[in-house]
């Protein structure tokens, strides 16, 4: 068992478990995310502590105001009262037992000690009834507070750039930041907890300085050990979980994948079940042996301080004894003295484990704090230009575009022009900037150099909710939201009132009203297998639903990456026709797919390559280049459809 505090960075990175390395391709223990909190640790002090506790308690404070005023006024009131009445209370037993220690008989003594013991009865009962309050107000207070961080929490990750979403060092702070919500909630039990620790031990301490001066320094010295170890043991929790994070979303990654519908068929068939579990397995031992580290570093460190808290209860009896001894204090003295040093020092120990507990779940809020400022700076910018509602014309000028983290450009000195009422098609091989590009489109991310101009005006200084709203997506990945029918297509527009013509109109459009008919609650049917009475879609049908979304949307630019990917023959036809027909009644149609067959009556075709746009023209232009992509791309997909029948052959 260790006790030394040895700083961790000189600790000797341990190498990547197995799994780390097999699953995740390296260390998930991260000693750099752990530097991003050493000034955190370094003022885990008492000189810290002291200084920045008033701001962090603050901080709740404001939290508690917002979330619920009342009850906050409520537990302030019981537990000043609380503090009061506990002061009156020592003084009162003071009194009795001076009166109890007095001359005269038994009779005298008890009739003395009378008054102050009705005072003392109806202090004790005034303190439960505050202490009642109190809690009931702490009761009602701490899950508001906790809805209110979670709020702001929440709030503030689903308005950050999708770049912020896509970044790993983002993810950690949203990871460290998610007990914040808990710890403020937490707090505000510790800040009750403190407060009554600090009147109960001014109550003491005024007790005890009037008895004698030198009885207040000794109770201190009784304190000090408690609080170094609890100070110590903290900060070391808090550190190893700073730097254990990571590894814990993994573990708790690989668990969740064991359960998950998506991967359900694979874990069954392929297999994948065992070795995930054993996996998972290992990354939980290496954790526990975390966890027995830190048990073990925290057993040694309470004996620690219990053996010198013991040597200073000695010290503090032994100066009590010489100070009784010497006739610098009356025996009636005495025992009032022992009953303050013992309820001063419980209370002294308390508000320290209080004030510790405060400090740790302050680390945690103050991560909270943390991501709230980074998510606004890298939230989606408000305001800006005024963006035609019906643009005629949109036009990439010599974009680039990279990825962060990556070398190679996505886009690379892309221009080209998408015009008002056109079917546009994003053709090209994998990995060539397809979805890249209408992405940017969208407004999701913005060009590194060139610009994107709707009718001139360029969309990344334009007013972003005026950009978004005037585009309707169907991403290849679309979402399968685990809602109702109705609402997986009127989501397409969540801010609107529902309008059943409308609704009706997107679910023929795309076809997902034959769907919802065969549903047994029609539109009401959940589609969710995971909760009860909820029924799964197939891919096609979920596609459906997806592209009724969009229409639903009825935004001037529709980007449909891979619509029909999941669509049969008969299906995707439909579609094609249905996304053309929308063309003809001025919506632009933004088409990224792979089927050449589909984009024949494009009006305008672009081939990507690498990140470059190559070719672009109608199907026929394109197809009378001799040597060009398109023509290569397209002859080797109608080639597989010319081909005459492969027999097959058992092996
Ligand atoms: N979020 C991302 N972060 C980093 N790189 C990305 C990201 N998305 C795509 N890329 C990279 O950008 C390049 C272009 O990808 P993009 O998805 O635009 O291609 P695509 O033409 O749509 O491909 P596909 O036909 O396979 O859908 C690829 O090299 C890809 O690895």
Redesign the pocket.
Known sequence: MRIGIRRRSEQKPEPASESEELLFGGRLRYDTGWSQHEKAFLDLSLVGMARKLPSLVGGTIRLAWRADRGALITVGVCEIGQGIAQAVGLVVTNRILQALFAAGSTEERLRAALPSLVVAATVAVLNAVLASGSTAGTGRLEPKVERVATEQYLDRAARVELSAI?DAQFHRLLDSAQFGSQSARRMIGACVAALNGIFAFAAAAGVLTVLHPVLLPLLALIALPRSWGALRVSRRRYASLQMWIEHARAGRLIGSLLTENSAAQEVRVHGVGPFLLGHFRTMSEASEAEQTRLADDKAGTELFAAALTGAASLATYAALAGLLLTGRMQFAVAGTAVFAIRTGSASLAALVMHVNQLYEEALFVADLEKLIAEADRRAIPTGGLDLPSQPKEIRFENVTFT????D?P?LDDVTLSIPAGAVVALV??????????AKLLAGLYHPDSGRIAWDGIDSAAADRDQLFSRIALVT?DFQRWPFTARTNITVGQPGAPTTNGRLQQAADYSGADSVIDALPNGLRTLLARQFQGGVELSGGQWQRFGIARARYRAAPVLIC??PTSALDPRAELETFDKIRGLAAHGQTVIL?T?RLSSVRDADVIYV?HH?RLVEHGSHEELLARPGGRYQELFQMQAARYQASPVSYEPQ
């Open positions: 896509e990825y962060p983290g990556r190679i996505a090209g091989e994998n990995g060539s900037g397809k979805s890249t590009l290849q990456d891979e990224v792979h990507l990140g």
